[in-house]
T-cell receptor
Framework: QKEVEQDPGPLSVPEGAIVSLNCTYSNSAFQYFMWYRQYSRKGPELLMYTYSSGNKEDGRFTAQVDKSSKYISLFIRDSQPSDSATYLCVKKGNRGNTPLVFGKGTRLSVIA | DTGVSQDPRHKITKRGQNVTFRCDPISEHNRLYWYRQTLGQGPEFLTYFQNEAQLEKSRLLSDRFSAERPKGSFSTLEIQRTEQGDSAMYLC????????????FGQGTRLTVV
């Protein structure tokens, strides 16, 4: 079992829709939870990170972590064609030097 | 541009040849990571440096792979006797010890072995 499981999609939604992206993880040692966005043929860029359970909001994006069920979600409100990308669910341990562990990513297309 | 820089962006090589990639991290970042990403997969960790010391290597890093960071600044990743299975995007990332947990990625080097 991979440490981070993510539905690869592709997911296609109309412009303006609310998007829900989800992933699960298997190792409770992870403490930080992040979402990276990756456009085609580009490097990943950080969208947001959270340390604990609960919600964190940044503009149209909301990250939600439920440590009891090991479930992480990213919600995108009022989705735009520019949101079309692959969204990578990422975990990191509490020790500062532990590497990031990525899911496979979910490919999202927002259709105008 | 003060982000992570990787060179070259693309490399096509024949099977059996050696290739070397370079990464220049964000200047004040003391941690540097190499990842490999194949089509439809997320990045997979290869190795990590803190300053010039290579502190961790993944089992994905076979004997044909070697990475260096001689002065704790830029890093190189060399692949010897390339194989078709080495075709992938090689990503470099950097971060600051004691800072925020995320790493900042470069645009990657896309390697194609023919």
């Amino acid at each position: 079992q991979k440490e981070v499981e993510q539905d690869p999609g592709p997911l296609s939604v109309p412009e303006g829709a609310i998007v829900s992206l989800n992933c699960t993880y298997s190792n409770s040692a992870f403490q930080y939870f992040m979402w990276y966005r990756q456009y085609s043929r580009k490097g990943p860029e950080l969208l947001m990170y959270t340390y604990s359970s609960g919600n964190k909001e940044d503009g149209r994006f909301t990250a939600q972590v439920d440590k009891s069920s090991k479930y992480i979600s990213l919600f995108i409100r009022d989705s735009q064609p520019s949101d079309s990308a692959t969204y990578l669910c990422v975990k990191k341990g509490n020790r500062g030097n532990t590497p990031l562990v990525f899911g496979k990513g979910t490919r999202l297309s927002v259709i105008a | 541009d003060t982000g992570v820089s990787q060179d070259p962006r693309h490399k096509i090589t024949k099977r059996g040849q050696n290739v070397t990639f370079r990464c220049d991290p964000i200047s004040e970042h003391n941690r540097l990571y190499w990842y490999r990403q194949t089509l439809g997969q997320g990045p997979e960790f290869l190795t990590y440096f803190q300053n010039e010391a290579q502190l961790e290597k993944s089992r994905l890093l076979s004997d044909r792979f070697s990475a260096e960071r001689p002065k704790g600044s830029f890093s190189t990743l060399e692949i010897q006797r390339t194989e078709q299975g080495d075709s992938a995007m090689y990503l470099c990332a950097s971060s600051l010890a004691g800072g925020r947990p995320e790493a900042f990625f470069g645009q990657g080097t896309r390697l194609t072995v023919v």
